[in-house]
T-cell receptor, first 115, second 110 residues
Framework: DAGVIQSPRHEVTEMGQEVTLRCKPISGHDYLFWYRQTMMRGLELLIYFNNNVPIDDSGMPEDRFSAKMPNASFSTLKIQPSEPRDSAVYFC?????????????FGQGTRLTVV | QQPVQSPQAVILREGEDAVINCSSS?????VHWYRQKHGEAPVFLMI?????EQKGHEKISASFNEKKQQSSLYLTASQLSYSGTYFC???????????FGKGTSLLVTP
């Protein structure tokens, strides 16, 4: 398997524009996680899915953020409208079972810059 | 709730040892350790599940205290390849995802 695949790797957009980040988890993994990484706050959990169903979105910062998982092989994280403070590296990760017992595999991340 | 890591940063000479600590205000089911090299994704190192457990991976090992509120990562005889940011992860309130500490930046110099 190629691992968790994220696209794009880099995104530069203007404030107010819509941004969509994409993730393809490892085939067969039941859990998918979205994280945001900044220098100030470290790695923050935004939302996670189990079998395509959102379980906990309490980490989503505002209504401007939304995430979907229409099928087992694809998820999106959308920011609309984007703001400069959303600039960060966004990671998607997947795991086989609950992370109590199995490791999470991270994608290479999307570096988002909002100007 | 985010676990607390210390120290924030460490600089070592090759061959020296380091300890990274991770603590929580509540008893944990498990602790996970990850390492992230600059510009790359975090990579899993190990998971500890039992109070009093110790686990090793070459010269990197970790312990989980009896009360399951603190874990330490031990790096012995450090190598240049150990440089990176180390994160501990603990289960979220909903139980099925990890909350990570802010990380400990480790730099090993020749």
């Amino acid at each position: 398997d190629a691992g968790v695949i994220q696209s794009p790797r880099h995104e530069v957009t203007e404030m107010g524009q819509e941004v969509t980040l994409r993730c393809k988890p490892i085939s067969g993994h039941d859990y998918l996680f979205w994280y945001r990484q900044t220098m100030m706050r470290g790695l923050e959990l935004l939302i996670y899915f189990n079998n395509n169903v959102p379980i906990d979105d309490s980490g989503m910062p505002e209504d401007r953020f939304s995430a979907k998982m229409p099928n087992a092989s694809f998820s999106t994280l959308k920011i609309q409208p984007s703001e400069p403070r959303d600039s960060a590296v966004y990671f998607c990760a997947s795991s086989l079972g609950s992370v109590e017992n199995t490791e999470a595999f991270f994608g290479q991340g999307t570096r988002l810059t909002v100007v | 709730q985010q676990p607390v890591q210390s120290p924030q940063a460490v600089i070592l000479r090759e061959g020296e040892d380091a300890v990274i600590n991770c603590s929580s205000s509540k008893a944990l089911y498990s602790v996970h350790w990850y390492r992230q090299k600059h510009g790359e994704a975090p990579v899993f190192l190990m998971i500890l599940l039992k109070g009093g457990e110790q686990k090793g991976h070459e010269k990197i090992s970790a312990s989980f205290n009896e009360k399951k509120q603190q874990s330490s990562l031990y790096l012995t005889a450090s190598q240049l390849s150990y440089s990176g940011t180390y994160f501990c992860g603990t289960e979220s309130d909903s139980g099925y995802a990890l909350n990570f500490g802010k990380g400990t930046s480790l730099l090993v110099t020749p």
